[in-house]
């Protein structure tokens, strides 16, 4: 774990010892210089430019390699025990806890973390199942309504021109089959809007809230009993006007 994600707990009466000479801050990674006894970052030791000790200033010659600082032991147990003991709080839930317990803990935080994000998205999902059905609502009831207003333009021009291509002798059967349809789409189309309306929102009730109010099951059986019953009263209202 970042030591960015935790704060220590009284810092200052942290022990000098258990200060990095490079950067000041308490040791992360702890190695141990073996001429000095010196602990340092591994992070600063790795920054270092120059093969020499920052505290006592040693140089090694030739026959220890460039890179000796990159293989230096850690830090000995005393010190790493120590570090491990210091009192850490979280910067996300303030959580105070033993810096080696930390890391630990901090996994099931973002387990937790990560469990709440899953919750989001499947809420997410939900919500943009729930607009589009919405969506489709709402364009059901536009082609209703568009087709109501325009139904004589629609369906009137339609005959008209039917009528064109239609020899003017005999008995026109098409017309009449084309006339009776006509009839029961416009029977259709003219069943009250109102009470459309009230079916509709209903079952979009239904489909929205059924879930919060009542079982899954329940919920659609009411939803399917609204969409039968829609149907039932357009087909009712057609066969008797």
Known sequence: MNKTAYVYVNERSVSPSLICPICLDILQEPHTHIQCDSAFCRSCLLQLSEPYCPICRWTWNDSVPLQYNLHLPKANRLIRNMLDDLLVRCTRCHT???????EHDCELHSASLMSRIGNVRRVTQEQLRNLRMICSSLLLVLCLILIYYYRNSIFEQAIDRHDVFKKPTGYNIDRVLFEKIYYLIIKTIE????????????WFNVSWFGDRLTSKT????????????IIVNLIIYTIYH
Do not use: A, M
């Not at 069943?191 to 209903?202: H, S």
């Not at 329940?218 to 019953?229: D, P, Q």
């Open 218 to 229: 329940n919920s659609g059986l009411l939803k399917n009993f609204f969409e039968v019953l």
């Open 96 to 102: 105070v806890r033993r810096r080696g317990q930390f």
């Open 191 to 202: 069943y009250p809007i109102t009470i459309l309306i009230v079916n509709i929102c209903l």
